[in-house]
């Protein structure tokens, strides 16, 4: 049963049977043969075909899925307690946007691993959507968004304000940007309306590389204040770009442990 659901979450995941066999390392026949005993041993349909690839979920899928979140989390506290005489180490995974976690997270880790030298952390970093839809899936136990998103199943906190600044060299018309699901773009689009600008732009999708571009005199660009370096050109945009980090979790978090490192996290923000 385990395997089946397993499989049942990596096709509700990816909407697709062959995209599923290659997370899985599986035949797609061999997907599509799992997915059918499921549904055989539950009664239900979980997913409609809708072509010869793309599948749409049923509403029995959706309870169904929602529901293995929870046991999967489960089943890890179990297997936890079960080896915590031979490996007492817990594992907490915090994934992050690019600007906190290349400026921020450092700091806060450098914190965690200190008041829990017990516990391995594992970091990942990527956009404020992904973030968001990497805990929703349990993916990660924390996470951090530079953009006001939430769902039913997410728990949202607002932990510190970052300012934006004008950098590079102003004379050139060439732009570094970010992609457009990054929270920086949001506010590098609101500059060009507010004046008038439809400039040559570069998408880079990491704040570090525009640094590294803007500090070899390549263009301008719109970044945190926390990411300026001692050779770069910079000018304040003023109250209106700055702008709030998130903390965010998912609601079923049963770890005496990990709940302590959320708190120490609260805790952390608010002294500092």
């Not at 699901?181 to 609101?190: A, E, K, Q």
């Not at 370096?229 to 998130?246: A, H, P, V």
């Not at 120490?264 to 500092?272: A, T």
């Given at each position: ?145 530079e953009k006001p998103l939430i769902t039913d199943l997410i728990i949202r906190q607002e932990i510190l304000a970052d ?49 590294r571009c803007l500090e070899q005199g390549i263009g301008q660009s719109i970044i945190s204040k926390r990411a300026l ?18 903390f965010i979790k998912r609601q079923h978090i049963e770890s005496s442990q990990l709940r302590e490192i959320e708190c ?9």
């Open positions: 049963m385990f395997k089946l659901l397993k499989t049942f979450r990596a096709v509700y995941e990816t909407k697709n049977f062959s995209k599923a066999a290659e997370r899985l390392f599986i035949s797609q026949p061999a997907v599509s043969n799992q997915i059918k005993l499921l549904e055989e041993e539950l009664d239900i349909q979980l997913f409609v075909r809708n072509g010869r690839q793309e599948i749409i979920t049923t509403k029995q899928a959706d309870i169904l899925y929602n529901h293995l979140l929870n046991l999967s989390d489960d089943w890890e506290d179990v297997v936890q307690a079960l080896r915590v005489q031979t490996n007492p180490r817990e594992t907490c995974r915090i994934i992050a946007s690019n600007t906190f976690a290349v400026y921020y997270l450092p700091e806060l880790i450098n914190q965690l691993i200190q008041r829990f030298p017990e516990v391995s952390f594992i970091l990942d970093m990527d956009n404020s959507e992904r973030v968001l839809d990497g805990i929703e899936k349990h993916q990660a136990h924390f996470g951090f968004i300012e934006l600044v004008h950098a590079g060299d102003f004379s050139k018309d060439l732009w570094l940007v970010r992609e457009e699901n990054s929270g920086v773009f949001h506010y590098t689009d609101r500059y060009f309306l507010a004046h008038n600008l439809n400039p040559q732009k570069m998408i880079i999708k990491n704040n570090e590389m525009i640094v370096t001692k050779n770069l050109n910079w000018r304040s945009l003023g109250q209106e770009y700055k702008r709030n980090f998130y120490f996290i609260h805790q952390y923000y608010q002294e500092n």
